[in-house]
């Protein structure tokens, strides 16, 4: 994805697309796996919580 697909995807799911957002959440799955690990360990729960913290605040992200 080039960065201006990266931009008008981001700006979609800024606006509100569903699509957008479950785009950008796949592209960042391997970095939010690897940040969902505790002492060694997965956490189902810290994961789930990153995609929500994203999806919530993905709003705030400036372009």
Do not use: W
């Amino acid at each position: 994805m080039t960065a201006e697909e990266f931009k008008a995807v981001l700006q979609a799911a800024i606006a509100g697309s569903h699509e957008a957002l479950e785009t950008i959440l796949d592209q960042y799955e391997p970095l939010i796996r690897k940040h969902s690990y505790i002492e060694g360990r997965y956490d189902e729960d810290l994961h789930q919580y990153l995609l929500i913290h994203i999806a919530l605040n993905i709003s705030k992200f400036s372009i």
